[in-house]
């Protein structure tokens, strides 16, 4: 007769009664001594062996057995001389522990630098500045670093730049990365030092891949703005669009400014989404809005820990002006800033956040990345930072928010400025994480750290960001096909 | 802090050298090392230790209360009041920090389907990291305590450490306290480590995770099952199986560098997956599958429903909603109560049906081939529930993947499949049918290195899968559980 809990079928599954056991489960480490009593007054528990064979510490064996009792066989046995363990000292491991990761810190300084250097302002940076640089300069004169070099060379990967750059990102927004497996549920923060520089292979939508966009000499820093080639897809070519179906679309598509053509399925509007890890969940939203136009082909790439703060750390710039131009860019959506709040570098000083100088440089590299993109005749909806949940973040993107339309307002004829406020907040104008949609259920639209949004929140956003992008090109509706 | 990191390399490394050195002094010893693990907890966020704290005591006056009023071995009412008031708490934390969001949702748009328009108050909590996981670990510990398995409750000391035991703490696997409790109080020989072993454990879940899972993450399965609607069937059904393996070779890979810690400290814990693509039944796959969930899931409800005691109908109600309650136990959403469901729905048929081949006098080995094709791929398309971030979504994957819609047709066949993901998720499925007893030379081969070789190894190896694998980790998915 079965019991309740029959412990001696240990490592049988639910709906089955008859397995073998579990091994022993101190199987391979042996036992020098128990805690006597007077060492540990206070260990008195025991544990009851419903059948002996849970745990091989039974309290019947002989004294020597147990001071000195292997359990078990071993997992790696000589094959020759089963006597023989694979077992080292604490002494032995501790220093091949601290050796090898000595000497993986020497290989790897150039890495570590530069990710250190990818942290925020303050003095945990500077310590860990001050630690890998040192190491770098000596992994540089000792030849350490060349083997990861060689490595990253071989896969194909631009090797980190010998003259460090000297800072980093954020990070309010370094969320969900690239999973998208979050649900109701919670990504863990990542550290610093987990702060990838590319979050995804950029999506593709329709019938072209995004080839990496390949580091341009000229470019400032371009170094630092090429993404790692293992996110992307080996096999991708630049396809053309001729797999489109041809319609029978009687619209002029000859025109080739962006400005006043009407796109079409055989000549689509071709659309570039962009951001930081806020945009982990709208991204796909509007990839697949823009789909169910019929006329349009988007590339998703977002970075997750970026925005216009850092340049040092992730140049959106330089790496906008390599990637529009290969894909033919006319539409740049964009959602930046909610990384930026933080210090930066201004002629090698630290600029506070909050200073009037932090501000006339935020302000001027909003400016000249509008102007950048207009001057290629592109156009721009500029996504502002939606309301957040921490009162002193949505006091900061407010602000930055206040920044992009004045600097917007330069542009009337080619940027749009897309207020996401006040679909993403409650009746009262506050920060909310559910909405109810139109069929009076109740979604969550951000994610439980009251950043970024949750895919149903891409799906309230994408409509309006398709509408903003209709405000500047004549895109045919869904319904109009 | 994650483990495949500079920051937790450091700290393990701090914590073997306490680990060992403070062994002898038994008290100081399980000070330090609980002290530890809350550091270790905390680094994710310092509020979280003050939960695990409260865990600690709550569960640790539990036990003494039922352990007080539990006289002998008979029950009594007093007994079991303290053991229900043990068990609602913990499930009352668990269910405010995990699902009060997902029920109160739920509940409210069904009934405001009726008409009304309710909106009662939401939580906004940041999920804590692992506490499903010692939430189990809790409540096993005091219905053992209840049950007798346990004689006596762990005094505090012993169990604030093993609670909060970090190698352990966020993602299991779940080791129950007569498991833990002699390996605390006996002394392991601090100059017969089964370092080789641990080591390999190590190196091995590194490349797991950081390699295997990560890229099959990024190059397929993210971008291809985030958009299915873009993406031809074959590539979807790519990523569907890519996904089977990274999901494994992401949790199974930390589960290995769990055990390879815990070895390096003196403790073995039990086994979390045994090949589990091998298995040729779904029950048999859950005896493979993180074996520490459905041994708990046996033990602590398939068994106190009555198990298979109570004959058809009630072994399969007991089936079902054992696997809808682990189904939930993974995350509060629809998608995994029906993954659940339908893991329990296959149990059930499998058990309904028994052994009906034994009658077809078919071979052997094409018995087996078959069994194990229906079960893998029952588990490879039910993990598309477990990875959608909806129904919907899920419903869409399965539609692309039968082809049950059209893709576009300016959808080419392949974008993001490579020969690489494709030979690397074949090569993971095959690995499962090699023995485990073929690493043992490569084990042995290991621990026969002079130190300091092994340090070097031990530094490539770190090197060679940071160069390997994308900049940056990705959360492990079973984090969020």
Redo the contacts between chains.
């Keep these: 007769m079965?019991t309740?809990?029959?412990?001696s079928d240990?490592?049988?599954?639910?709906?089955?009664?008859a397995?073998r056991l579990?091994?022993p489960?101190?199987?391979?480490?042996?036992?020098?001594?128990?805690?006597p009593d007077d060492?540990?007054p206070?260990?008195?528990?025991?544990?009851?062996l419903?059948s002996n064979k849970?745990?091989p510490?039974d309290s019947r064996q002989s004294d020597l057995q147990r001071r000195r009792h292997h359990l078990g066989p071993?997992?790696?046995?000589?094959?020759a001389n089963p006597t023989r363990?694979?077992?080292?000292?604490?002494?032995?491991?501790?220093?091949?522990?601290?050796?090898?990761?000595l000497?993986?810190a020497l290989?790897?300084a150039d890495?570590?630098y530069r990710e250190a250097s990818a942290s925020e302002l303050g003095p945990k940076r500077d310590i860990a500045l001050g630690f890998w640089g040192p190491l770098q300069d000596i992994a540089n004169d000792t030849k350490f670093s060349a083997?990861?070099r060689s490595?990253?060379t071989a896969?194909g990967?631009p090797a980190p730049p010998s003259e460090p750059s000297p800072l980093s990102p954020p990070d309010f927004a370094a969320g969900?990365?690239?999973?998208?497996?979050?649900?109701?549920?919670?990504?863990?923060?990542?550290?610093p030092?987990?702060?990838?520089?590319?979050s995804?292979?950029p999506?593709?939508?329709?019938?072209r891949?995004v080839s990496p966009p390949t580091p341009t000499g000229g470019a400032p820093r371009a170094k630092n703005a090429v993404p790692?080639s293992?996110?992307q897809?080996?096999?991708?070519q630049p396809?053309t669009?001729t797999?489109?179906?041809q319609t029978s679309d009687p619209a002029n598509t000859t025109t080739t400014q962006p400005t006043g053509r009407i796109p079409t399925?055989s000549d689509p509007l071709r659309v570039l989404v962009i951001g930081d890890s806020t945009m982990d969940g709208v991204g796909?939203s509007v990839?697949?809005e823009l789909?169910e136009s019929g006329a349009a082909t988007a590339e998703l790439d977002y970075r997750i820990s970026t925005g216009l703060a850092r340049p040092d750390y992730f140049d959106w710039p330089s790496h906008l002006a390599a990637l529009t131009a290969e894909l033919d860019t006319e539409v740049v959506v964009l959602m930046l800033g909610a990384n930026d709040a933080q210090p930066f570098l201004v002629d090698d000083e630290p600029t506070a956040y909050g200073t009037d100088l932090w501000f006339s440089t935020y302000r001027e590299r909003v400016h000249d990345l509008l102007q950048q993109l207009t001057d290629a005749n592109m156009q721009v909806v500029w996504i502002g930072q939606s309301v957040m949940?921490d009162q002193e973040y949505n006091t900061k993107m407010t602000t930055l928010n206040q920044i992009f339309q004045e600097e917007i307002a330069a542009f009337p004829a080619s940027v749009v400025f897309l207020d996401s406020r006040p679909v993403m907040s409650d009746t009262d104008g506050n920060y909310t994480?559910?909405l109810v949609d139109d069929g009076?259920?109740?979604q969550?639209v951000r994610r439980?750290?009251?950043v970024h949004f949750?895919?149903?929140g891409g799906d309230v956003l994408a409509p309006l960001i398709v509408e903003a992008i209709r405000d500047l090109v004549p895109l045919p509706k869904p319904e109009d096909r | 802090m994650l483990f495949p990191t500079v920051a937790f390399a450091t700290f393990f490394c701090v914590a073997f050298l306490a680990n060992w050195l403070l062994r002898p002094h038994h008290r100081l010893w399980r000070l330090v090392m609980t002290l530890l693990s809350l550091f270790f907890y905390g680094w994710w966020d310092y509020r979280f230790v003050a939960l695990l704290a409260l865990a600690i005591v709550l569960n640790h006056l539990s036990a003494q209360a039922v352990h007080r009023w539990t006289p002998g071995r008979g029950p009594s009412i007093a007994g079991q009041a303290a053991l229900v008031a043990g068990i609602t708490a913990n499930l009352a934390i668990l269910a405010v920090f995990k699902y009060y969001g997902f029920f109160v949702t739920s509940a409210t748009n069904m009934v405001n389907r009726t008409g009304l328009n309710l909106a009662p108050p939401l939580l906004e909590v940041t999920l804590p990291i692992g506490i499903s996981f010692y939430t189990f670990q809790a409540i096993s510990y005091i219905i053992d305590v209840h049950r007798g398995t346990l004689r006596r409750p762990m005094v505090f000391l012993d169990f604030a450490f093993y609670l909060s035991f970090f190698p352990q703490l966020v993602a299991g696997p779940i080791v129950r306290a007569t498991e833990m409790v002699d390996q605390i109080r006996r002394r392991p020989d601090p100059r017969s480590i089964p370092a080789s072993e641990a080591l390999w454990l190590i190196t091995l879940g590194l490349f797991k995770k950081v390699v295997i899972s990560s890229y099959l993450a990024k190059q397929l399965v993210d971008p291809v099952l985030g958009l299915p609607s873009q993406h031809s069937g074959l590539e979807v059904t790519a990523a569907v199986y890519a996904y089977s393996i990274q999901i494994y070779a992401d949790f199974s890979g930390y589960t290995d560098m769990a055990i390879g810690c815990a070895l390096l400290l003196g403790f073995r814990f039990p086994q979390n997956f045994n090949a589990p693509y091998r298995a040729q039944s779904v029950s048999d796959f859950w005896r493979r599958w993180h074996m520490s969930l459905s041994r708990w899931l046996r033990d602590y409800l398939y068994l106190p429903l009555g198990g298979n005691r109570g004959g058809k109908w009630l072994t399969y109600r007991n089936l079902l909603l054992t696997m809808l309650l682990g189904g939930l136990w993974h995350g509060a959403a629809f998608t995994f109560i029906v993954w659940g469901l339908a893991h329990g729905l296959m149990m059930s048929l499998e058990r309904a049906m028994g052994e009906w081949w034994k009658s077809l006098g078919v071979m052997p080995w094409a018995i087996a081939t078959f069994r194990w094709l229906i079960t893998f791929n029952f588990v490879t398309m039910a993990w598309v529930l477990f990875r959608a971030e909806s129904l919907a979504h899920a419903l869409e994957i399965y539609q692309v993947m039968f082809s049950f819609a059209a893709a576009p047709a300016s959808v080419p066949f392949v974008q993001q499949l490579t020969v690489v993901a494709v030979v690397l998720t074949l090569a993971a499925v095959g690995s499962h049918f090699v023995p485990p007893t073929a690493t043992r030379w490569w084990r042995w081969e290991i621990s026969r290195l002079n130190p300091a070789m092994l340090a070097v190894l031990l530094a490539v190896t770190l090197t060679a899968a940071d160069a390997l694998g994308p900049q940056g980790v990705a959360p492990f998915i079973y984090f969020q559980f």
């Excluded at chain 1, 309740?4 to 412990?7: K, Q, R, S």
């Excluded at chain 1, 969900?176 to 550290?191: I, K, M, Y």
């Excluded at chain 1, 030092?193 to 590319?198: S, W």
């Excluded at chain 1, 999506?203 to 019938?207: I, N, V």
């Design positions: 079965k309740f809990l029959d412990l240990t490592n049988a599954g639910i709906g089955d009664h397995d579990s091994p489960l101190s199987d391979g480490i042996s036992i020098v001594s128990d805690y060492v540990s206070d260990a008195t528990t025991e544990l009851v419903p849970l745990s510490h071993l997992r790696a046995a000589d094959p363990r694979d077992t080292a000292s604490a002494a032995t491991v501790s220093l091949v522990m601290i050796g090898a990761l000497l993986a290989l790897n890495v570590m083997p990861r490595l990253d896969l990967r969900p990365a690239s999973q998208r497996t979050t649900r109701t549920t919670e990504t863990p923060p990542l550290g030092t987990e702060i990838p520089d590319t995804s292979p999506m593709t939508l329709g019938s891949a790692r293992g996110a897809p080996s096999t991708s396809s669009a797999s489109a179906p399925a796909a990839l697949r789909g949940r994480t559910y009076g259920q109740r969550q439980n750290d009251g949750t895919p149903e």
